[in-house]
């Protein structure tokens, strides 16, 4: 092989391996921004949409202008569980509860755990479908214990709803859905809906729900 050809081979090789470690930085990046954006809007316990996910997915749904609503669901006892068996069984025990949730037929469209034992749900439907998803997401919390490593463990959950009216903003929903399931949870009812001329005044979350 010529002294020239050498080079020109040489050259070329230099300029593959520049390019394909270009590549695998670029390749690395990527993946480090991919998993810096998911950790950023999942929760790192259950894997689910986080609050600011699940915010962005209900003020894309209000700016669609069709309706929907949210469910809002706080475990029942999980303290109990969590002091008696351990935050590792505890957290394993909300990743159950995710997946049963994750699990839920449409209209439900995205599960979400706002934050300790509360979660949500966005669902697509009228007034009629929202409450039926607050009930099945009730029933199926509540209707067979949880294998955990300790032993099964029965949980219930107080479930409260809304649906989308005039003017409605994210901020509005979660309020109205926290109004509703903390009256669930005072009554003992385990489903209840928002009902604006019936529904106690005082707000346990106040400042909790940002738009």
């Known amino acids: 092989m010529s002294l020239i050809l050498q080079g020109i081979v040489t050259t070329v090789g230099g300029i593959l391996a ?4 270009a590549g695998a930085l670029l390749w690395r990046q990527q993946q480090a921004l991919e998993s810096a954006q998911y950790d950023a ?10 609050r600011r996910l699940f915010l962005t997915r209900l003020r894309a749904a209000l700016a669609e202008g069709g309706p929907c609503g949210v469910v809002l669901l706080d475990l029942d006892r999980f303290k109990t569980v969590n002091d008696s068996l351990g935050h590792d069984t505890g957290n394993v025990l909300l990743t159950c509860v995710g997946r049963l949730l994750a699990d839920l037929d449409a ?5 979400a755990r706002l934050s300790g034992d509360e979660f949500a749900l966005l669902v697509r439907g009228d007034h009629d479908e929202v409450a039926d998803a607050a009930r099945t997401a009730w029933r199926a919390i509540s209707a067979a214990p949880i294998a955990l490593s300790g032993g099964e463990v029965s949980i219930g ?8 009216h005039l003017h409605t903003s994210p901020r509005q929903l979660l309020a109205e859905a926290d109004e ?5 949870k005072r009554s003992g009812t385990g489903v209840c809906g928002h009902h604006p001329l019936s529904t106690p005044s005082g707000r346990r979350s106040r400042d909790r729900h940002h738009d």
Do not use: F, I, K, Q
């Open 157 to 164: 959950a107080s479930v409260g709803y809304t649906h989308t």
């Open 180 to 184: 509703a399931m903390y009256h669930a």
């Open 18 to 21: 520049g390019l394909a470690l």
């Open 107 to 111: 209209p439900a469209e995205v599960a």
């Open 41 to 50: 809007t999942h929760d790192d316990v259950t894997g689910l949409p986080n």
